[in-house]
């Protein structure tokens, strides 16, 4: 094995063109797991620690654009306004020793189903910035990114750079299944964000089906309900049959597995009441916002 | 491969390092720091954890080569660098910090319960044995590491924030409790101390 210890992103993506074999390695939180356990043997150790930017993250205007090592507590710490969804989701990654290594690059380029950030990623609508250093760089939609399990739209010798999340323009909301609060592996996960500037709903389900998916045909739905009885003008609550609904459709959007986790049934089911939940959260505090916008 | 990078305060090399190796695997095999705990190997436990430029980390998720150049404080070292913050002293004369081999003869050496003098421990881990936190032992170096530093962060921490900082480190002997009164002493204590100090 060789260790390879960039000292600057253009030579972490030359070392990755020469050994695209290469596995990065970060907070390293999934890939020592793999090395201790001699699962893996990789060729080369690609580490990414010693690149100051890829741990910084920048507020913009409309965005933020969030170095892939920056690591879940500073999510949880800095970004809760700008990007709720996955500072929620942040606080439910394993444990405080965890959070201070791992990072959203990481969930990414596992691609396992599991990830915690997942969920919020596809809510936010987000785009992953990767790089290469023949090819330069390209912008992946989220929804375009998670090919199957485990598999990402990387190519070997691209390397992830960021995540460019659109600001909250709306409540965002991320609910999560386990046995205990720390250190579980999600049974599944829901996530999902109001975008009042568009009236679009977009939701993140994780470790219910081979990828994190979104449950398409319930944010249409709901998008559509909202619509029709101008719900986003009078901040009315959300009849129950439309929850319900909502619950419903996000339901049969999963495609889970029986596993030692949770049964597929469990899963499916967990998934409706996590769906219903937070819409609940996220609407009653956007009627909540609009309230006090009309009183100020 | 050479690694190089400080440890309790001192600078240390460690050769011939397996590329794959943790930084758990250096600390305890090649440089005789058999303190923090080799148990889970995948970030369950916490009973590998020790500081990286500060921050609580889990060492057996810690690539060797990736510590190169940092700093690493483990619970051999706790006693020192809680002394040194303490002082606020920061360490100019470069006298500081816990040598290898003092590390490796480390021996609790708790305070003399009548005098309360003779310690060589750092208010965290007196505090653990004052509460009768520790029954086998083997998760308290991990949770001495996590619990300074949650009491660095916040010197008077609720119930809920010491169970959140604690979350990542598991005790066997489910001697849960003890533990939480250990912090809660060890930060009544630091209340006391900086009592009227205006601090």
């Known amino acids: 094995m060789d260790f390879l210890r960039p000292a600057s992103w253009e030579e972490a993506l030359a070392a990755k063109a020469e050994h695209p074999t290469a ?3 970060a907070g390293g939180t999934d890939v020592m797991v793999e090395i201790n356990f001699d699962h893996r043997r990789p060729e080369y150790l690609l580490d990414l620690n010693r690149i100051g930017d890829l741990s910084e993250w920048e507020v913009g205007e409309k965005t933020v654009r969030l170095g892939a ?20 989701a942040s606080h439910t990654v394993a444990s405080p020793q965890i ?6 690059g990481g969930n990414l380029g596992c691609a396992s189903p599991a990830g915690d950030a997942h969920p919020a990623l596809l ?3 987000c785009e992953v910035e990767v790089e290469s250093a023949a090819r330069g760089v390209r912008m992946i939609p989220i929804d375009e990114f998670y090919l199957g399990v485990k598999r990402n739209a990387l190519e070997p010798d691209e390397l992830i750079r960021s995540v460019v999340l659109p600001k909250a323009d709306g409540p965002q909301q991320f609910s999560k299944v386990g046995t205990r609060n720390a250190m579980v592996i999600a049974v599944c996960a829901f996530g999902i964000a109001l975008h009042p500037e568009t009236r679009t709903v977009r939701t993140g389900i994780g470790s219910a089906a081979p990828t994190p998916i979104r449950a398409k045909e319930a944010e249409e739905f709901l998008a559509a309900a909202l619509d029709e009885g101008g719900f986003w003008e009078s901040g009315a609550p959300i009849p129950p049959s439309v929850a319900k609904q909502f619950a419903q459709l996000a339901s049969g959007a999963c495609n889970p597995i029986d596993d030692v986790r949770g049964s597929a049934k469990y899963r499916r089911h967990a998934v409706g009441i996590m769906a219903r939940r937070t819409l609940g959260w996220t609407w009653e505090s956007y009627r909540g916002n609009e309230r006090s916008a009309q009183c100020a | 491969m050479r690694v190089t990078f400080t440890v309790n305060g001192r600078k240390q090399e460690a050769d011939d390092v397996w590329e794959g190796e943790s930084l758990l695997y250096v600390l305890r095999e090649r440089m005789g720091l058999p303190g923090s705990k080799n148990a889970c190997e995948q970030g369950e436990c916490g009973s590998c954890t020790v500081r990286l430029d500060g921050v609580p ?6 690539a060797a080569g990736q510590v190169e150049g940092r700093e690493v404080v483990t619970v051999e070292g706790l006693a020192d660098f809680a002394k040194q913050r303490a002082e606020k002293s920061g360490c100019a004369s470069g006298a500081c910090g816990t040598s290898l081999q003092e590390a490796q003869q480390w021996q609790s050496k708790p305070a003399d319960s009548q005098t309360g003098e003779n310690t060589d421990l750092s208010p965290i881990q007196q505090a653990f044995i004052d509460a009768g936190a520790v029954q086998c032992g083997f998760c308290t ?3 001495l590491v996590a619990a300074d530093e949650l009491l660095e962060r916040n010197d008077s921490p609720s119930d809920a924030d010491i ?4 979350s990542g480190n598991l005790c066997r002997c489910t001697g849960y409790e003890k533990i939480l009164d250990a ?10 101390q900086t009592a009227g100090q205006g601090a």
């Open chain 1, 69 to 88: 090592s920056v690591p879940y507590t500073k999510i949880m710490e800095n970004l809760r306004r700008e990007i709720p969804g996955l500072a929620l």
């Open chain 1, 99 to 104: 959070r201070n290594r791992g990072g959203v």
């Open chain 1, 23 to 25: 596995v990065p390695i």
């Open chain 2, 183 to 192: 912090v809660r002493l060890a930060a009544a204590r630091g209340e006391n």
């Open chain 2, 57 to 62: 980390v889990c060492s057996c998720l810690v």
């Open chain 2, 163 to 166: 169970r959140e900082a604690l």
């Open chain 2, 141 to 143: 170096p991990g949770l």
């Open chain 1, 123 to 125: 809510a936010s609508g």
